[in-house]
């Protein structure tokens, strides 16, 4: 087995391509060692690994966010987890694991009944032009809420924490937003 690795824009995150499919369906993001551990045998084999502070699974990736060591020392422990679980056929996440991570991401949401069809279209454009280009970098940027013109949205995986996440909210996300649906006045991170 053969595990790529790239560099994300947030170098305290690296994203590991292990060549097979990780989830199926929607992210699983884990800033926790316990709730990892629940949830996921791959993510609490990570979590085991000293250094590490998150996990973030994608449809075929997953990013690793670390503390302290730099990259020589943590990347092969984190190479050897990954290959291991997958070598072992093990599943990436525990029963259950995954249904509570998507009611995580999906509660929480916040608009007014009347604003329904504009938070439609938010939500188009995160999920065809925005999500795939974060998920190129490691991450993903789930909808939160809309309220007086301000959108709120989550950053997960390589985008949580990363330095240039601002301006990718603020130049990037905000300026599409706007042009595509002019109720939209600002974007802000939540989390």
């Not at 947030?10 to 391509?17: G, R, V």
């Not at 070598?87 to 990436?92: F, I, T």
């Not at 995986?157 to 601002?166: N, Y």
Request: glycine letters at 10%; charged letters at 20%.
């Amino acid at each position: 087995m053969f595990i790529q690795t790239e560099a994300t824009p947030n170098p305290a995150t690296l994203k590991f391509l292990p060549g097979k499919e990780v989830l199926l369906d929607g992210t699983a993001d884990f800033r926790d060692a316990d709730a990892a551990r629940e949830a996921s045998p791959l993510a609490g084999r990570l979590f085991d690994i000293p250094g590490v502070t998150g996990v973030f699974f994608g449809y075929d990736f997953v990013t690793v966010t670390k503390d302290g060591p730099d990259w020589q020392h943590l990347k092969p422990a984190i190479l050897g987890a990954i290959m291991e679980h997958f070598m072992s056929g093990a599943p990436v996440m525990a029963v259950g694991g995954q249904a509570a991570t998507d009611k995580a991401d999906q509660s929480g949401e916040f608009f007014g009944e009347e604003d329904t069809e504009i938070v439609a279209t938010i939500k188009e454009l995160l999920d065809t032009r925005v999500r795939p280009a974060v998920a190129q970098d490691g991450g993903d940027i789930t909808f939160r809420g809309y309220e007086n013109g301000t959108v709120f949205l989550h950053m997960k995986g390589a985008c949580a924490g990363c330095p240039s996440s601002t301006a990718t909210l603020k130049h990037g996300i905000q300026n599409l937003l706007r042009h595509f649906v002019p109720e939209v006045q600002q974007v802000e991170q939540i989390s």
